[in-house]
């Protein structure tokens, strides 16, 4: 329970960066490849 509020709230902020970073299709999309791969290499 702990570790998914963990991975939430990592979601979160990186979504909220990735926002405020532009807009733009293109560094969301960037934004959300890095996050998969950090969230992979939490869980493995």
Not at 3 to 19: E, F
Not at 21 to 44: P, Q, T, Y
């Amino acid at each position: 329970m702990k570790h998914s509020l963990m991975i939430g709230a990592m979601l979160g902020i990186v979504t909220a960066t990735a926002l405020y970073m532009g807009s733009s299709n293109h560094s969301i999309k960037k934004a959300k490849r890095a996050l998969v791969s950090k969230i992979e290499d939490m869980i493995l």
